[in-house]
Each structure stands twice: as structure tokens, then as C-alpha cells.
């Protein structure tokens, strides 16, 4: 049986990425019950995968199936609020179109543990580097009291020991989460002041957090994730300068919170730049059973 869960995914170009994530997702145990893909104007053959190839590959999978097509680039928070406006399950999950599975039970175990408590609202997984030996690439975000945000595990073992234990944190990035579907409807979807993309994720959180909902990360799910395709594949779009000001907007909103937490110290926030490799040579990653 599928899982009551619906998935939403952006895609941007990229087309291989694009179809690397959602046949993964019908590899999993369980599937989820619906899976959405707003496609802000690809020009690289996305568009017919996503029309002409998939819909039957879903079908027989029994996910339901559902592209939304914009013209051109809309941004990622605009286009993650299309999704939400369709999709159907009481578990939603935010996925780049650069993230695959690795853990075949990853979406049942994120469920559960949303299920264990009521105040459970967000949960990440483990997303890890897609070529042996698997390095972390992300467990999880910290924003220490000035407003400087820490990747958790960036680069660390797969099996670091404060990595490998269930966490409440302050944020996630939304490359990958799951949500209980009634924290949208109660708080609203991502704001699109932070649009194309950067900080509207963590703007979510704290806005969750705010409303009494847990944000948590959970390392028994594992997931892929190829570091930056689906910003790259926005060649147009000042990235660096995006996140300047949406950090700035991030800070001037929350500074009342995050400077009272106990978030990491300054030092240890510097971005740490790591080896990425793209698809052409990772192959496709393994879905494991772990």
C-alpha cells in the first residue's frame, strides 16, 4: 500500500536529475500516494519525460501523477505553493529534483517518526554525497546567534556518531523534508519575498517552530543529494547576490530568536567547499535496504 504521503518537486532543466528522483521514489517501500512536479519552463526535454514517459511509469506504480507547467522560471517558493495547492496526502514533502533515494523505507520511517508525537511537524533525513564512501552531506542546519548558518555534518563519515541520532534543530533545508500537511494550512506556504530560492526554508522552520511544531532530523532515512544542480541550472539568476538579501531579510525577521538559542558559535559556520561530482560519473547510486 502507498503511503498517505504527497511529494513535490520543481524542476528547472536538468532533465536526467529529474528522472533520476521520481523513478527512485517508485523504488521505495512504500511509495508515496502522490507525487507533483511543477516545471518552471525546462527547455531540455523535462518537460516531455515528465508528460509523454512517466505518467504510465506511475500509473503502474499506482502513485498517482501530476505536472503543473509554468511558462518560465517562476521561482522555487512560488512554484512549491503551486504543489501545495493540489497535493492530497496528510504527509507533504518538499524534494530538489537533485535528490534520489538510498534508504528504501525512508518515507515510512519519516512518517513514524512525525506519528510518534503530536508536536512532530518537520523531519529531514540524512542526505548524503551520491559516490562512495558516501560522506554526509547534509545533517541538518544551525544558525548561530549572529545569523550565520552552520551546514550540520557537511563532509563527515556517513556513520559519525553525532550524526547518527535524532536531533531537534532550529532548521532543515528543504531539499528534502517531510511535513505534516496541516503546518501549510495553518502557517501558509513558503514566502515568496525569499523567491527564486535561499533562506525560505529557514524562514518555514522558524515559522513553524514559532507556531509549537518540532523540527527535526532523523538519520535512519538516508537520501542522495548532487550538491547545487538545482540552483546551477538557474545560470541566469544571481545566486550569490540572491542570497545576500534573502539572508538580510532572514536576519532583520528572526534575529529576536535565533540570537537567544544556543546555536554554533561564529567560527564554526564558514562554508566548507567540498568535491561534487555530477551524475556522468557517480552513475546511478544505490537504493539500499539499511
Known amino acids: 500500500m502507498n503511503a498517505p504521503a504527497s511529494i513535490i518537486i520543481v524542476s528547472y ?9 521520481v523513478r527512485s521514489l517508485l523504488q521505495a517501500d512504500p511509495r508515496p500516494l502522490q507525487i507533483v512536479v511543477i516545471d518552471n519552463g525546462s527547455q531540455d526535454g523535462s518537460v516531455e519525460f515528465l508528460s509523454e514517459e512517466f505518467p504510465a511509469i506511475a500509473e503502474q506504480a499506482g502513485t498517482q501523477f501530476q505536472l503543473i507547467r509554468n511558462e518560465g522560471n517562476v521561482g522555487a517558493c512560488t ?3 503551486q504543489g501545495l495547492e493540489v497535493v492530497t496526502g496528510d504527509y507533504i514533502a518538499f524534494m530538489d529534483n537533485d535528490v534520489a533515494v538510498r534508504s528504501r523505507q525512508w518515507l515510512g520511517r519519516m512518517i513514524d517518526v512525525l506519528e510518534e508525537s503530536p508536536t512532530h511537524g518537520i523531519v529531514g533525513p540524512k542526505l548524503l554525497y551520491p559516490f562512495e564512501p558516501w560522506n554526509i552531506q547534509h545533517a541538518g ?15 563527515a563519515p ?8 535524532r536531533q531537534s534543530l532550529q532548521c532543515l533545508i528543504s531539499a528534502c523534508w517531510l511535513m505534516r500537511a496541516e503546518i501549510p494550512a495553518e502557517i501558509g506556504g513558503l514566502d515568496e519575498v525569499f523567491n527564486p530560492a535561499q533562506f525560505e526554508d529557514f524562514d518555514f522552520c522558524y515559522r513553524a517552530r514559532e507556531a509549537g ?12 543529494h548532487y550538491e547545487s544542480v538545482t540552483t546551477d541550472a538557474s545560470p541566469d539568476v544571481n545566486y550569490k547576490y540572491i542570497t545576500i538579501r534573502n539572508g538580510m531579510e532572514f536576519k532583520k525577521r528572526w534575529r529576536h530568536v535565533f540570537e537567544t538559542e544556543d546555536g554554533p558559535p561564529d567560527e564554526e559556520c564558514k562554508w566548507a567547499s567540498m568535491e561534487t561530482r555530477p551524475m556522468e560519473q557517480t552513475g546511478i547510486p544505490p537504493i539500499v535496504d539499511n
Open 213 to 224: 511544531w518540532q523540527v527535526l532530523y532523523d538519520p535512519s532515512a538516508e537520501m542522495y
Open 79 to 81: 512554484a512549491r505553493n
Open 141 to 155: 542546519a544551525a544558525i548561530s546567534r549572529t545569523g550565520r548558518v552552520k551546514y550540520l555534518g557537511r563532509g
Open 158 to 165: 556517513r556513520d559519525a556518531p553525532e550524526h547518527s541520532r
Open 13 to 21: 532543466n536538468k532533465r536526467d536529475y529529474t528522472a533520476l528522483c
